[in-house]
């Protein structure tokens, strides 16, 4: 449908976590987040990105990139433009989850009708445990034992054995999935595989650095890898069919939730298992990315949990399991 857009409003956010988060590659205090707000026509629709300091990207730097683009996308409004407006990245994301919620209010549509993916069900999300010394991973994984589903960030080399290994005897029962965040060589994963394979890894996420990917070309490691910064968009799905067994999608680096519908089109039909994740933000930030996990075998959308002020507007968390919320206010008609 072509929508009716008068103006576009954006806001920057810094939201304190709960505690300082450890992954190979950078420690986080704060979750930064670009709040996008589109309106015309009596309705607003709101949409949530975060930016990524390994994409080079700032908080300054989404919201320029959204600001540049708003004469335009209020000329040719629609998501469809978008795309062509705007680069893929965490500010075309908050941008098109804005217009979907535009789309939905305006249309009196739900965003899920609209995406063909009515009615939703619920999801379980992982629950995430960042790089800490053994002992301390262990104790965390011991609170969180009676969780379904515990990603272990890994990619500190000396200590990642004893952490896993740690882990998995403090929450026997849980299904594990290990993120190295290109923190591994090639070596290390033809170490660190046999032990994830012997402790039920179920998944492992980028191993190797995005671009040195091509050593993992039919290479059965014994457990099956993802692909998330060596995963983007659409386009990059192709070269990764004969390295991975999985992406996972985020709609930061995808650019939204109308790039994501297309990549898991494409992953399917390449045979590829679709997991989603996310980085940093609020309910606002995940709900687009709960349409996306409608259609995923593995779920990484627990950001807002380790936020300092929980907020759970648009969607729900109950244990591990996620739903709408019933104060709901993105996508609904």
Same mark, same amino acid.
């Given at each position: 449908? &072509?929508?009716?857009?008068?103006?576009?409003?954006?806001?920057?956010?810094?939201?304190?976590?709960?505690?300082?988060?450890?992954?190979?590659?950078?420690?986080?205090?704060?979750?930064?987040?670009?709040?996008?707000?589109?309106?015309?026509?009596?309705?607003?629709?709101?949409?949530?990105?975060?930016?990524?300091? &390994?994409?080079?990207?700032?908080?300054?730097?989404?919201?320029?990139?959204?600001?540049?683009?708003?004469?335009?996308?209020?000329?040719?409004?629609?998501?469809?433009?978008?795309? &062509?407006?705007?680069?893929?990245?965490?500010?075309?994301?908050?941008?098109?989850?804005?217009?979907w919620d535009l789309e939905a209010?305006?249309?009196?549509?739900?965003?899920?009708?609209?995406?063909?993916?009515?009615?939703?069900?619920?999801?379980?999300?992982?629950?995430?445990?960042? !790089?800490?010394?053994?002992?301390?991973?262990?104790?965390?994984?011991?609170?969180?034992?009676?969780?379904?589903?515990?990603?272990?960030?890994?990619? $500190?080399?000396? *200590? $990642?054995?004893? &952490?896993?290994?740690? !882990?998995?005897?403090?929450?026997?029962d849980a299904t594990l999935i290990?993120?190295?965040?290109?923190?591994?060589?090639?070596?290390?994963?033809?170490?660190?595989?046999?032990?994830?394979?012997?402790? #039920?890894?179920?998944? !492992?996420?980028?191993?190797?650095?995005?671009?040195?990917?091509?050593?993992?070309?039919?290479? $059965?490691?014994?457990?099956?890898?993802?692909?998330?910064?060596?995963?983007?968009?659409?386009?990059? !799905?192709?070269?990764?069919? #004969?390295?991975?067994?999985?992406?996972?999608?985020?709609?930061?680096?995808?650019?939204?939730?109308?790039?994501?519908?297309?990549?898991?089109?494409?992953?399917?039909?390449?045979?590829?298992?679709?997991?989603?994740?996310?980085?940093?933000?609020?309910?606002?930030?995940?709900?687009?990315?709960?349409?996306?996990?409608?259609?995923?075998?593995?779920?990484?959308?627990?950001?807002?949990?380790?936020?300092?002020?929980?907020? *759970?507007?648009?969607?729900?968390?109950?244990?591990?399991r996620l739903d709408w919320s019933?104060?709901?206010?993105? #996508?609904?008609?």
């Amino acid at each position: 449908m &072509r929508l009716t857009i008068e103006e576009v409003r954006t806001e920057t956010r810094a939201l304190p976590l709960e505690e300082a988060r450890r992954i190979a590659r950078e420690t986080s205090a704060v979750a930064e987040a670009l709040q996008v707000t589109v309106s015309g026509a009596g309705r607003e629709g709101r949409g949530e990105a975060s930016p990524t300091a &390994r994409w080079g990207e700032s908080l300054e730097g989404l919201s320029a990139q959204a600001e540049t683009a708003v004469p335009a996308l209020v000329a040719e409004p629609s998501r469809r433009a978008l795309q &062509r407006l705007m680069p893929a990245g965490a500010a075309r994301n908050a941008v098109d989850a804005a217009l979907w919620d535009l789309e939905a209010k305006q249309g009196r549509r739900s965003a899920e009708v609209i995406a063909g993916l009515a009615p939703t069900h619920p999801v379980t999300t992982a629950y995430t445990i960042p !790089i800490k010394p053994p002992v301390e991973a262990a104790e965390v994984a011991r609170r969180e034992r009676g969780r379904p589903l515990i990603k272990v960030k890994l990619g $500190d080399f000396p *200590e $990642d054995r004893a &952490r896993l290994k740690a !882990i998995r005897q403090a929450a026997p029962d849980a299904t594990l999935i290990v993120d190295a965040n290109e923190g591994w060589s090639l070596d290390q994963l033809k170490a660190m595989a046999p032990v994830a394979r012997d402790l #039920g890894v179920r998944l !492992i996420e980028q191993p190797l650095r995005a671009g040195a990917d091509g050593a993992l070309e039919g290479v $059965d490691f014994g457990v099956p890898l993802c692909a998330d910064e060596s995963c983007h968009t659409r386009a990059d !799905i192709p070269a990764l069919a #004969g390295r991975y067994q999985f992406i996972n999608i985020k709609l930061d680096k995808a650019g939204g939730l109308t790039e994501a519908l297309a990549m898991v089109e494409a992953a399917t039909a390449l045979g590829l298992g679709l997991m989603v994740g996310s980085t940093h933000g609020t309910t606002l930030g995940m709900a687009p990315a709960f349409l996306v996990g409608q259609s995923c075998v593995f779920c990484d959308l627990d950001a807002p949990l380790f936020l300092a002020q929980r907020e *759970e507007e648009e969607l729900a968390y109950d244990g591990s399991r996620l739903d709408w919320s019933r104060s709901r206010r993105w #996508g609904l008609a």
